[in-house]
């Protein structure tokens, strides 16, 4: 697959190598996520799906390799990509409230200085409306429950009106409303045309929240549609013989 | 001395007024930076930060020649500061030691060779007339009417910065990352708050002096953190609280022998502090002990509404 040919990819990644230190964790990485995709990137504890979310958010410094998006760096597409970072990077006690979280998602199009508006307000009260939180607009962040606070960091993510979303384990630790919620979302998302790659943890969902998938396990495994990738040969590559018991519901 | 006489000195004695209102820009200024510091679990910074100045301050007064200023020997001392914020960056990105660690090592090589320049000079002639060991802890009735003045300069500069760069600062504190994604130089802004709290610090030096110089930073965002969620709250009553605290310092120190200022200043401040830890509205001490054993009462003898199951939380 070679993704530098594929004018149709939102995000083209290629020969991408990523080391902490000595010790790579992202081998030779080549990936395109075709637009309007809804794309989970699954794979074992440490097989570095988070580090190729921040490689292609410009916040790690590849070894070697490219990452496009639309055909650009991504510090040229910025205002193209939002990005959810997983909900216990930060900490909760801060002292602000619900609405203000999601005014955050204003920054980047504000700029240097300027400050949010009326007008950036009444947006960010739609974005908390639209993942059932407008009347928890004023809520100091730490009295939210887990899945209310990844609700509110999705919402920072809507306001940001990008046209690729990228998601680190937003399904970790929510109640079942919230996964409902997120989900809609999401499919709301790509129907309207929408990229969105989201790290996921829980093989069992997999094929029925996305419709396709990159299996990663520090070298990628393989990517693509759903029915053709997500393999139990391809799981067992990735996880080693002990996912049998995970992927039973896989018929061989 | 009566309070009547004290409040007459404080507006007309001119060592009395510089030394309050000294005090109380010192007390704000930090009050604001120590915000963003301790929320960025950086309350050891300050700290680093103020211990580093000292070397500064003594090479500033070897170097100087005849014009041996205050101004010249604070501007030693935020060179120093600065420098020691730069080396802890350095050692935390290049090593695997972490930023508390750093901190650590940058306060004790610094404040030590120091003290050691500190020491050798006072020994000659010159330095002790200097007064340089006021700077270890404060010696606020030495302060000049265009000490203050400076200080005042340094103090408006710093907070209109805080102003304009409030949400900057704000998404630094909470999301670091995030803030990196959507355009903002993680490195300018971190910079730029450093540099304030470095400011910060020079501003108290003659008061307070480096040693104590961290509770100035770090005991009023403390103690405003327990009043209220609201981050743009915290500032003004971190503010607040600094300004009393300078101001109750000077007051006391001027009207009783021999107490020094800095120190006095300083237990106000932590007066304050225990105080707000304890009564603080928004999550003091006894206000949460109170609410819980409500609401044990209430369960104990089956008076608390069966709550509304909300359909969205428990999360965890």
């Known amino acids: ?252 | 001395m009566d309070i009547g006489t004290l409040i007459r000195d404080i507006f007309l004695d001119y060592t009395l007024r510089t030394v309050v209102l000294g005090s109380v820009i010192l007390g704000i200024t930090s009050g604001v930076l120590g915000c963003f510091a301790l929320l960025r679990r950086q309350s050891m910074l300050g700290d680093a930060l103020s211990h580093a100045a000292l070397p500064g301050i003594c090479i500033a007064f070897l170097l100087a020649g005849e014009n041996k200023s205050p101004f010249v020997l604070l501007m030693g001392a935020a060179a120093a500061a600065w420098i020691g914020a730069i080396i802890i960056t350095v050692i935390t990105r290049s090593t695997r030691i972490k930023e508390d660690a750093a901190m650590g090592v940058v306060l004790v090589s610094f404040f030590g060779f120091g003290y050691v320049i500190l020491s050798l000079l006072q020994s000659s002639a010159g330095a002790g007339q200097a007064g340089l060991d006021k700077y270890l802890f404060g010696r606020a009735s030495s302060m000049l009417q265009s000490d203050v003045e400076t200080m005042v300069l340094l103090s408006a500069i710093s907070l209109g910065l805080v102003v304009a760069f409030f949400k900057e600062f704000k998404l630094l504190a909470f999301n670091p990352e995030y803030l990196r994604t959507i355009g903002f130089s993680f490195r300018r802004i971190d910079i730029l708050l450093t540099t304030l709290i470095v400011i910060s610090i020079v501003i108290g030096l003659q008061t307070v002096g480096v040693v104590l110089m961290s509770a100035m930073l770090t005991a009023p965002a403390a103690a405003a953190r327990q009043w209220t969620n609201k981050l743009s709250h915290m500032i003004v009553i971190a503010a607040g609280i600094g300004a009393v605290s300078g101001a109750l310092g000077a007051v006391i120190s001027a009207s009783a022998q021999r107490v020094p200022t800095g120190p006095t200043i300083v237990i106000a401040l932590t007066l304050i502090t225990l105080f707000s830890l304890a009564f603080g509205s928004a999550r003091g001490l006894v206000w949460t002990l109170v609410r819980t054993s409500r609401t044990r009462s209430a369960i104990q003898h089956h008076t608390l509404a069966v709550p509304d199951i909300e359909p969205v939380s428990g999360g965890d």
């Open chain 1, 1 to 252: 697959m070679t993704a530098s040919v594929d004018t149709t990819a939102a995000i083209s990644v290629n020969d991408l190598t990523l080391a902490y230190r000595e010790k790579p964790v992202l081998w030779d990485i080549d990936l395109a996520v075709p637009r309007g995709s809804l794309m989970a990137v699954v794979g074992p504890n440490g097989a570095g799906k988070s580090t190729l979310i921040k490689a292609i958010l410009g916040l790690l410094k590849p070894a070697s390799g490219t990452i496009r998006v639309y055909g650009k760096p991504y510090q040229e597409q910025r205002r193209l990509v939002a990005y959810v970072p997983q909900r216990g990077t930060v900490d909760w006690d801060f002292p602000t409230d619900a609405l203000d979280v999601v005014l955050m998602g204003s920054y980047g199009r504000l700029g240097w200085v300027r400050r949010p508006t009326k007008s950036d307000r009444d947006a960010a009260m739609e974005c908390l409306g639209k993942v059932g939180m407008a009347s928890f607009a004023d809520r100091q962040i730490s009295q939210l429950s887990g899945g209310q606070q990844q609700r509110v960091f999705l919402a920072r993510a809507l306001l940001q009106n990008a046209d690729i979303y990228l998601m680190d384990e937003p399904f970790v630790g929510v109640d079942a409303t919230t996964e409902h919620a997120i989900l809609t979302l999401m499919r709301e998302l790509q129907s309207q045309g929408k990229t969105l790659v989201v790290v996921h943890h829980d093989l069992e969902t997999v094929s029925e929240y996305f419709d396709s998938v990159a299996i990663l396990n520090v070298q990628l495994i393989a990517a693509g549609p759903m029915n053709t990738t997500f393999t139990a040969d391809n799981l067992r590559q990735a996880y080693g013989p002990r996912v049998a018991s995970k992927i039973a519901f896989l018929k061989p």
